[in-house]
Each structure stands twice: as structure tokens, then as C-alpha cells.
């Protein structure tokens, strides 16, 4: 059945009840999903690497800056979900976008920065989603084959079938309307990182507890000399540093995970989302504090960049395809929580410039077995397809785009996750300049700047080593 839908038949009879104050459909979700779409967008395969980056600071440098960074990021995600609402936080105007806050506080020429940092890091991490996905699958095949003829066969697996496939299912998962919808995924996803953390975790408590290698740890982390040079010691310890601080990020998503959070008279939407931020900080926290620490013990200084796509783990076997898989399953969900706020930005911009299209802004509803009514847009379908060829074409032709991730990274780092939510409060708050708080904000900015510079740095170099070493057609763990 094929029923057509324009935005104007919202407008009169009993489907007024399911509109919001302001025309747009009733908003569902709770401090629950906003939970897990940020574990979702947060606790990423990432947490296996923060061995390695551990490993690079040691002991004292490692811990510090997880718990650091760690508070950075909560405060200035406190900040930034006041501005959901302009001008009162509780009671003004909704801002859909991360776009629309900086707007409605900043305007100017900060609000096309914004986008241009929030827009190209989510296109950057779709890319990479996709090739780590494919990374892990290539994984468990590998893992299958070193258990059959040993741990030194060649057992070279490409990855772009796994490409192919992934970027398949995201054609289909990306038919799902908008981030509202978003939630029964992200919970999918959050329940697969939790599984394949605790598997890395347990890998390394029980390695630790077997003490079967003589494994090497300091104080300060690799030693130069033995480990490593002393500019590869400068140039691993400013990645290491940038890795840290990205790993936390989610502000290039915040307010549109907050714009899934029903209203409530009594816990309005910036409540929520801060209880909603605390708990799904403190929990990446706690998960990043112990995988990295564990396995950095588990590892040593020789600690792998990710101990189960590349092999710190041989056995069980079975245990290594399983959290692999779990790995992969996270980065459908991860993929999409990433891809919808880019999604939503192209539809509603091309919806406001051709408003009287109706291949763009009408819709059919199609009654689906075991599903109920869908409603498909042309517009949506084509555009979200041919989005997730052209990623899945682009991380087939450029394997090493991973790289090209930490300098995203860093490039979007500094604006979105510190400079815009302080300068937001402060405009807000209509903060004296000068004053003791404007003076810590600032400082705060600043030492983010640095943190943000020196990690790019160190992000070219380990692109122009990656290129140097790159063999097309090669398999690229």
C-alpha cells in the first residue's frame, strides 16, 4: 500500500498530539537512549589502542592525561547542553543542530566554522568506521587461519569484500528515518562494546596473572634507546597525548542526541542530557582507565596499536573471532549515529531551498511485514545510498584514511569540543571579561589549542610514514 505524505498533512486532525509545542514529531526518548548513543559514539574499537598509547606515556603520563581528558570533555559537554536552548536554557528556543546553537549565540562567520569542523569530522569517522569494520572482519578469518596452520603463516586476507559488505548493510541501515529512530541500534551497539571491552580486558587480566613473558614497564613509558629513537619517543608521545583527548569526543553529535530527549515540565532537556553525559563519561572512564592500564601491564612497551585486530591475542581463537565480530556489529550502530546528523543537515537544508519538490519533501508510506508502515522519501534514498557508496568507495581506495583520522581529529578537536561550548557559555551567562571565570576559560582554551597543534603535527608525520610504506592491493592492518 502506497499512501503519498506532505509535511502540510501534519497540520490539522488527531496527529496533533504527536507534534512537539513547536510542529515536529513528539520527541520519545529519555536520559537512557542519550546514554547510549553517546557510549555508542564514544566507546569506540579505540579502547583496545589505549595500550599502546599508555605505553607511550608510562605509567605516570598514561593515567593522567585519561583522567584529565576525561574531565575536560564532561565539563565543556555541560556547557554545550545549555545551549539546546536560546535564550534561556530551559524554556527558549530549541536549537536543532550544533549549527543552530553557535547561531543563535555566536552567529557570523562561526557558525560556517562550525560546520565545516563538525561536518568534516563525521564524514572523516564514516570513512574510517568503515575501514576498521573491515579490519576486524579480515580479523577473524585471520585468527581462523593462524589456528589451523600456526601463528606464522602468511594467511593474507583482503579487505574489500568486507568493505562491500558493510557498506551494504549501512545502505539499508541508513533508511532509518532520523536520530529519534536511532536508539534500538545504539543499544545494540553499546552492548557490543561493553563485550568485546570486557573481552580485551579479561584477555589481559589473564595474561597479567600467567606472567609468562618478561614484560617491560616504566615510569615514563618507552625508553629511548631500546624502544625507540628519541624523535620517534617526541613524535609517539604527541600522538599518544591526541589520541587520549579524541577518544572522549562526542560534542560533533551532543545536541542532536539532545533533540531525541522528550520535554519535561519537571526534568527539562539540558538536565537530562547532563545525567545522560555523566553517566556515559564516567562510564568510558572507567572502561578506558582499566583496558589501558591492564593492558599496558598485559603488553609492556611492546604493546600493539589494537591487541585484537593485531594479534597482542592468538587464543582462544574462538573468544579473539567473537569480539572481533562484536567489534563489527558496534560499528554498523557507530556508523549511523555519526552519519544521521550529516544526513538531517543535507535533507533539511535542500527541503528549505526546494521547498515545492516533491521528489525531496514528499513521502509513501509502504506497509511492511512484521514492521508496520514505513514511510520512504525518493529524495532519502537516493542520497543516503549513493553517500555510503561513495565512503565505501573511498575507503577501498584509500586503505590508510585512518591516518587522515587524527589529523581530522585534531583539526576538529579544539573547535567543537572547547572553544565553541566555552564561548557559548560565556555569552550566555553574559560573563564579565576579565573576570576569574572568563580568565580559567581562557586558559583552558588556550592549553586545548596547543594539545589540538601538536597532535596535528604528529598526525602528518605518521601520515607521511604511512604513505611512505604503503603497498596498494596489500593487505592494510
Request: with cysteine; hydrophobic share 45%; net charge positive.
Amino acid at each position: 500500500m502506497f499512501v503519498e505524505k506532505i509535511p502540510g498533512d501534519y497540520e490539522n486532525g488527531d496527529v496533533n498530539k504527536n507534534l512537539d509545542d513547536d510542529g515536529r514529531f513528539k520527541r520519545t526518548g529519555t536520559w537512557v537512549t542519550a546514554s547510549a548513543h553517546i557510549i555508542t559514539a564514544v566507546i569506540g574499537s579505540g579502547v583496545l589502542s589505549l595500550a599502546w598509547a599508555v605505553a607511550q606515556l608510562g605509567w605516570v603520563g598514561g593515567p593522567a592525561a585519561l583522567v584529565v581528558f576525561s574531565f575536560i570533555t564532561y565539563f565543556t559537554s555541560t556547557l554545550l547542553a545549555d545551549a539546546y536552548r536560546a535564550p534561556d536554557p530551559v524554556n527558549g528556543q530549541r536549537n536543532y543542530t550544533y549549527m543552530d546553537a553557535v547561531r543563535a549565540y555566536l552567529g557570523g562567520r562561526k557558525v560556517q566554522l562550525c560546520g565545516l569542523a563538525q561536518y568534516m569530522n563525521l564524514t572523516g569517522i564514516t570513512i574510517g568506521y568503515t575501514i576498521t569494520s573491515s579490519i576486524s572482519m579480515v580479523a577473524v578469518k585471520r585468527s581462523n587461519c593462524f589456528h589451523k596452520h600456526g601463528h606464522h603463516a602468511k594467511c593474507e586476507t583482503s579487505n574489500y569484500p568486507f568493505m562491500v559488505i558493510f557498506g551494504c548493510i549501512q545502505i539499508l541501515l541508513s533508511q532509518i528515518p532520523n536520530f529519534a529512530k536511532l536508539s534500538w541500534l545504539s543499544i545494540i551497539a553499546s552492548v557490543m562494546s561493553f563485550a568485546y571491552s570486557f573481552i580485551g580486558l579479561g584477555l589481559s587480566i589473564a595474561k597479567v596473572a600467567g606472567g609468562e613473558d618478561d614484560v617491560r614497564t616504566t615510569l615514563t613509558g618507552v625508553v629511548v634507546g631500546v624502544d625507540v629513537s628519541g624523535s620517534e619517543k617526541v613524535w609517539r608521545t604527541l600522538q599518544a597525548i591526541g589520541d587520549i583527548a579524541f577518544a572522549y569526543s562526542f560534542s560533533n553529535v551532543l545536541i542532536e542526541i539532545q533533540d531525541t530527549i522528550k520535554w519535561s515540565p519537571v526534568v527539562p532537556e539540558n538536565k537530562s542530557m547532563k545525567r545522560a553525559t555523566a553517566i556515559g563519561v564516567s562510564t568510558t572512564t572507567i572502561f578506558y582507565v582499566l583496558c589501558g592500564l591492564v593492558g599496558y601491564a598485559a603488553f609492556g612497551n611492546d604493546a600493539p596499536g589494537n591487541f585484537l585486530t593485531g594479534f597482542g591475542f592468538y587464543e582462544p581463537f574462538w573468544l579473539i573471532d567473537f569480539a572481533n565480530i562484536c567489534i563489527a556489529i558496534h560499528l554498523l550502530g557507530a556508523y549511523q549515529v555519526f552519519a544521521q546528523p550529516l544526513f538531517g543537515f543535507v535533507e533539511g537544508w535542500c527541503s528549505r531551498r526546494w521547498p515545492g519538490n516533491r521528489f525531496i519533501t514528499s513521502e509513501q508510506a509502504v506497509r511492511v511485514p512484521f514492521y508496520g508502515v514505513y514511510y520512504i522519501n525518493l529524495f532519502r534514498l537516493v542520497w543516503r545510498t549513493t553517500y555510503v557508496i561513495v565512503t565505501a568507495l573511498v575507503a577501498m581506495l584509500f586503505p590508510f584514511f585512518n591516518n587522515f583520522l587524527g589529523l581530522i581529529g585534531a583539526g576538529s578537536f579544539w573547535p567543537l569540543v572547547v572553544y565553541f561550548p566555552i564561548e557559548i557559555h560565556i555569552a550566555q551567562t553574559k560573563m564579565a571579561k576579565y573576570s576569574f571565570k572568563w580568565m580559567w576559560l581562557k586558559i583552558l582554551t588556550w592549553a586545548c589549542l596547543i594539545v589540538s597543534l601538536i597532535a596535528a603535527a604528529a598526525s602528518v608525520q605518521g601520515l607521511i610514514q604511512s604513505l611512505q610504506a604503503y603497498k596498494p592491493f596489500q593487505l592494510q592492518d
